[in-house]
């Protein structure tokens, strides 16, 4: 049974890596991503997969904000520091964001969409309420959104910024939306641990129960290979049951 | 050749992934909801009054194990526990007049809470919880006024209400700082 399990793993991980690389387009840094990212968090899978085993606690959900993208950009996918074949980055600390979507009982939620959205550098969101008054500041080459499929293992992964806070907002976040078909499944944030601002943030602090909080703060840490400051996180998103969710 | 990497690696993951499935296919979700302890000590799997490291089986939260665990002696009692909690929420800001403190059950019969406890909607009397504000998109003067607005009201209702029922709100507002500061109302004490 295993042996069949793993031929059909292999074929569906062979149309995952097409797929992907059809989302991702031939950027430069699918390398880096392919060498650091990809094979660390195929590493914590692996090693991490047991202790998925049995009992997780649900994401909390939190406020979607006022400024979910009102038009979707052009360019909706996973790396939000280019745009379309644009040769000039985003502004900001480049952060390298997976995880997977698993249900509580620790089982990959698989071909769900994952959408983040965020505040660019300058502070400015992709919603013509946010970026038409902010015009003149806000970082042009900053996609603002992405979207991703979740791979058969529930991973998924972005290319962004390290989140910055946002006026009335004192923690940077960042936004997350996860979606199966059009239903939406759970909207929340990504929370910087150890950011000075989590404690002041209306967000943050509505959260009541301490452990909420720790299911939405990642660690943003420094990508060992990385010459240019690049960050990581991870962040495991575990949806909790819901009546239509049988 | 990194590719061939990545589909190895990705491969393992995959394979471990599946089996565990299959193993773990009648594995039991966590309940949502209750207070931090009481989730927290859900992890006591043998009903011991205890938690060691590897019973926590969420990994997200095993960094919160570590940080009750400092003399690592291998597991944590629930008395550890509700400290830790205890001291998290104290540890907590609060802007003034902010919304929602850390309300909940706490006081059970034999809980060691005393009116303390977590988990719960904004506080009563909030004008308009943080994430209202946030949905409006407050601005950060706005948000001054909203404070300074919650704080009168605070002050027009603690006139109108007796101290019995002032203290009853306080029970109901669950120990929480009440607007700008004050103690958390994880009370220590009690029996366990």
Known sequence: MKGTVTMLDLERLKFELHHSEGLMGRRSFLTQLASGVVVSTSALLFSESGAFAEQL???????????????LPLDTDNDLIIIRNSTTPAVGVITHMSGRVLSSSGEPVRNATVEIWQCDAHQVYLNTRDSIPKVAQRDKNFQGFGRFLTSSTGGYRFRTIKPVPYPGRTAGHIHVKVKRGDREMLTTQLFV?????????????????????????????????????????????????????? | MVRMKAIGQGL???????????????????????????????????????VTRVEVTDPRLVPVYDAIDTAKKGSITKAQVIAYFATQIQNSHRGPGGPGDFGGLGGR???????????????????????????????????????ALQKEVDAKLAAILTADQKKQLDG?????????????????????
């Open chain 1, 193 to 246: 641990r150890g950011h000075p601002g989590n404690a002041t943030d209306n967000v943050f602090n509505d959260m009541s129960d301490p452990l909420d909080r720790e299911l939405v703060l990642g660690s943003f840490v420094p990508v060992k290979a990385s010459k240019i400051g690049e960050l990581s996180v991870k962040f495991d998103i575990v949806l909790g049951r819901t009546p239509s969710d049988r």
């Open chain 2, 12 to 50: 393992k993951g995959r394979i471990s992934t599946t089996i565990f499935i299959c193993v773990t296919s009648a594995a039991l979700a966590v309940p949502q909801g209750g207070s931090p302890v009481d989730r927290f000590m859900q992890f006591d799997v043998k009903h011991e009054g205890k």
């Open chain 1, 57 to 71: 606690m649900s994401t909390p959900a939190l406020t979607e904000g006022p400024y979910y993208p009102d038009t």
């Open chain 2, 172 to 192: 109901m507002r669950r120990g929480g700082p009440g607007g700008p500061g004050g103690p958390g109302g994880f009370s220590p004490g009690g029996p366990e």
């Open chain 2, 109 to 147: 019969p034999g809980g060691p809470a005393g009116p303390g406890g977590f988990g719960g909607p904004p506080r009563p009397g909030t004008i308009l919880p943080g994430f209202v504000a946030d949905r409006l998109g407050l601005t950060a003067v706005q948000k001054q006024n909203l404070a």
